[in-house]
């Protein structure tokens, strides 16, 4: 890296840490481990932001989509500085599950699978107000699952899904929740219940691509997104 760039990316790290107006406590630096992947991430995200200088030159003057994009990457880069200093003690780290615990509390979650409910809890959500729909909310949707299932196995599932609405109407009562949220893989099983549930519950919902890979970080910015 050349030193003017070099230079440029310093100053706007500089400027990413800052918020005009805001007050906060920087303590004492503790010995620690630089997270070196997220450092080069945040180095090769500020080179990125080199082309707003170039293109923007002279002025550095940006329409109103081009200063959404780049204040969006400023921001990332800001919570992805707050960690590294928050690994170094010198600002809080930021409490992910408590703020899923407090923000997930007022939903009714529905989720396709046991290993899904397993995430979830793992990242503080309440398991006793989650629901497993181990079946879709409708035997048509089944259907459209698997549509050479035979009619004496749509009886059994027939049961199943009367479970699961029960289910749903007794937890919904029984928490006092008026919310629901669907919280899925972007599949067409997910898709069927998302879909179903908006049209019975008013239900909101989160696609994920893949739970496995999910953090606590990464759920917590899409369950504030509702």
Do not use: W
């Amino acid at each position: 890296m050349d030193k003017i760039r070099y230079r440029q990316a310093q100053e706007l790290i500089g400027k990413a840490g800052k918020f005009k107006g805001t007050k906060e406590v920087f303590k004492k630096p503790q010995e620690g481990i630089i997270d070196t992947k997220l450092f080069g991430e945040i180095l090769n995200e500020m080179m990125d932001l080199e082309d707003y200088l170039l293109d923007s030159r002279p002025t550095h003057y940006l329409k109103k989509d081009e200063a959404q994009e780049f204040c969006e990457q400023i921001i990332s880069i800001r919570k992805q500085l707050d960690s590294i200093l928050g690994d170094f003690g010198v600002l809080e780290k930021a409490d992910a599950e408590g703020d899923i615990k407090t923000l997930s509390d007022k939903y009714l979650i529905l989720t396709t699978k046991s290993n899904f409910k397993k995430v979830l809890t793992k990242f503080t959500v309440d398991p006793q107000k989650i629901v497993v729909a181990g079946v879709p909310l409708e035997t048509d949707d089944m259907k459209r699952l698997n549509p050479n299932l035979p009619d004496a196995a749509l009886k059994s599932i027939e049961k199943k899904i009367s479970h699961v609405k029960n289910d749903i109407t007794r937890k919904k009562e029984q928490f006092n929740l008026e919310n629901v949220l669907v919280i899925v893989e972007d599949d067409e099983s997910g898709e069927l219940l998302a879909e179903r549930a908006r049209e019975l519950y008013n239900a909101q919902t989160i696609t994920l691509e893949s739970f496995k890979d999910i953090t606590p970080e990464e759920f917590l910015k899409l369950l504030s997104g509702l």
